[in-house]
C-alpha cells in the first residue's frame, strides 16, 4: 500500500506559478511511475503530467505542454509539478497517482494509489 499526499496548492494570479509536490509513503520500496491528474466539477479527470521511475521520461498534455514540468526525488520519495505561466482554465483539484512499474502513462486507470488533491484556483 502506497500513501499519497499533495500540497502547495493554493489561490494564484493568470501568469503567475505554482509548485505542487506529492509525497509517497508506505511501500515505496517497489518501482512506481508518477502521474499528476486534475478535475473541475462536473468535467471528465484530465491528465496533466507523467514521469517515469528513474525520471528520465517525462509526458505532457498540449494543454500544458512548455508551462508545466514534472520531476521527482526518490531520495525523498516525492514528485513535484512546477506549473507556469497559469491560466484561469487550469482551475481545478489537482490529484497525484502512483502506477505500478516502470513507466508513466496518460490514463487515469492505469494508476493504482491516489492521493486526496489539492485545489489550484488561478484568477483572471
Known amino acids: 500500500q502506497v500513501q499519497l499526499v499533495e500540497s502547495g496548492g493554493g489561490m494564484v494570479q493568470a501568469g503567475g506559478s505554482l509548485r505542487l509536490s506529492c509525497a509517497a509513503s508506505?511501500?515505496?520500496?517497489?518501482?512506481?511511475?508518477m502521474g499528476w491528474f486534475r478535475q473541475t466539477p462536473g468535467k471528465e479527470r484530465e491528465f496533466v503530467a507523467a514521469?517515469?521511475?528513474?525520471?528520465?521520461?517525462?509526458y505532457y498534455p498540449d494543454s500544458v505542454q512548455g508551462r508545466f514540468t514534472i520531476s521527482r526525488d526518490n531520495a525523498k520519495n516525492t514528485v513535484y509539478l512546477q506549473m507556469n505561466s497559469l491560466k484561469p482554465e487550469d482551475t481545478a483539484i489537482y490529484s497525484c497517482?502512483?502506477?505500478?512499474?516502470?513507466?508513466?502513462?496518460?490514463?487515469?486507470?492505469?494508476?493504482?494509489?491516489w492521493g486526496q488533491g489539492t485545489q489550484v484556483t488561478v484568477s483572471s
Open positions: 497517482a502512483a502506477k505500478k512499474g516502470y513507466s508513466g502513462s496518460r490514463y487515469y486507470y492505469e494508476y493504482d494509489y
Open positions: 514521469i517515469n521511475w528513474s525520471g528520465g521520461t517525462t
Open positions: 508506505g511501500r515505496t520500496g517497489s518501482s512506481y511511475a
